[in-house]
């Protein structure tokens, strides 16, 4: 069965860091591109970073760049995101999905992500 399970959320102040986890099972992650999004209360859902299946490469949205960092540990099967320096706007629940559709360009395209899991809450307080 093709799951995954995220882990990390909490509440921390702005400035402060938090680290997110996507734990795969049932699939092997270097077949399929993993993103990270998040939907705040009243906005729609907004890609926050991805890694792509074709080559391993990550891509960031705008609002995240050079502040959250995503990574793959393919020995745990577990894809993750720092998120350093924190601002209240990233508040959100975020969300881990898995897509074996899309190659190199996998940020955003929501559509095309097959597999979801329950969503994270994270609360930065200013």
């Known amino acids: 069965q093709v799951q995954v399970v995220e882990h990390g959320g909490g509440s921390v102040q702005a400035g402060g860091s938090l680290r997110l986890s996507c734990a795969a099972s049932g699939f092997t992650l270097d077949d399929y591109a993993i993103q990270w999004f998040r939907q705040a209360p009243g906005k729609e859902r907004e890609g926050v970073s991805c890694i792509s299946r074709s080559d391993g490469s990550t891509h960031y949205a705008e609002s995240v760049k050079g502040r959250f960092t995503i990574s793959r540990d393919n020995a745990k099967n577990t894809v993750y995101l720092q998120m350093n320096t924190l601002k209240p706007e990233d508040t959100a629940v975020y969300y881990c999905?898995?897509?074996?559709?899309?190659?190199?360009?996998?940020?955003?395209?929501?559509?095309?992500?097959?597999?979801w899991g329950q969503g994270t809450q994270v609360t930065v307080s200013s």
């Open positions: 999905a898995a897509s074996n559709a899309l190659g190199y360009y996998c940020l955003g395209y929501g559509n095309h992500y097959n597999y």
